[in-house]
T-cell receptor, first 115, second 112 residues
Framework: DTAVSQTPKYLVTQMGNDKSIKCEQNLGHDTMYWYKQDSKKFLKIMFSYNNKELIINETVPNRFSPKSPDKAHLNLHINSLELGDSAVYFC??????????????FGPGTRLTVL | SQQGEEDPQALSIQEGENATMNCSYKTSINNLQWYRQNSGRGLVHLILIRSNEREKHSGRLRVTLDTSKKSSSLLITASRAADTASYFCATVLIQGAQKLVFGQGTRLTINP
């Protein structure tokens, strides 16, 4: 029944490691997003994919690489993790791929802690 | 700098009272959306108001938009303990790709 799901919910890892977060949506939406929420609750978009095509790529270190095997999945791979990467990462999806009135549906978040 | 900024950053009221949160933004928008985030959870969409609209209602929620002042307000009437959450405004800009630009949120606490 879960509309947008993410795994894992919690991720604790050492600096320098490589990790992935997975996201899946069963809403049939065309567009998926990754957001980062820092410790001050500031939420900022990182990437957006529409039908497996990258359409938004904010100023994000190239250690972060999104991958969309199909339009229902958008995974986030992070190389060489740094302390500053500690945050909550949210996946979201919306119906439209370029329209401006689309509600976004968020996953429950993945809390990443880099030690 | 951020597009949207909420005010106040934190608000604590008694159950049954009304809660008003404000959001200001800097550049022209296509629409403005309000989201709620319960502690440790994802964001949930509450209401969307388009730039040509001035007011919208949804249940106990009332949203206003003043494009001349570049501001919006969210009013929750007859608050309940379950309304305790953080509330974010997010704008969709007229120019560029569709993306939500979030403010930092208002932390609302409803005291029983």
């Amino acid at each position: 029944d879960t509309a947008v799901s993410q795994t894992p919910k919690y991720l604790v890892t050492q600096m320098g490691n490589d990790k992935s977060i997975k996201c899946e949506q069963n809403l049939g939406h065309d567009t998926m997003y990754w957001y980062k929420q820092d410790s001050k609750k500031f939420l900022k978009i990182m990437f957006s994919y529409n039908n497996k095509e990258l359409i938004i790529n904010e100023t994000v270190p190239n250690r972060f690489s999104p991958k969309s095997p199909d339009k229902a999945h958008l995974n986030l791979h992070i190389n060489s993790l740094e302390l500053g990467d500690s945050a909550v990462y949210f996946c979201a999806s919306s119906q439209g791929g370029g329209g401006r009135g689309d509600t976004q549906y968020f996953g429950p978040g993945t809390r990443l802690t880099v030690l | 700098s951020q597009q949207g900024e909420e005010d106040p950053q934190a608000l604590s009221i008694q159950e049954g009272e009304n809660a008003t949160m404000n959001c200001s933004y800097k550049t022209s928008i296509n629409n403005l959306q309000w989201y709620r985030q319960n502690s440790g959870r994802g964001l949930v969409h509450l209401i969307l108001i388009r730039s040509n609209e001035r007011e919208k209602h949804s249940g106990r929620l009332r949203v206003t938009l003043d494009t001349s002042k570049k501001s919006s307000s969210l009013l929750i009437t007859a608050s309940r303990a379950a309304d305790t959450a953080s509330y974010f405004c997010a704008t969709v800009l007229i120019q560029g790709a569709q993306k939500l630009v979030f403010g930092q949120g208002t932390r609302l606490t409803i005291n029983p």
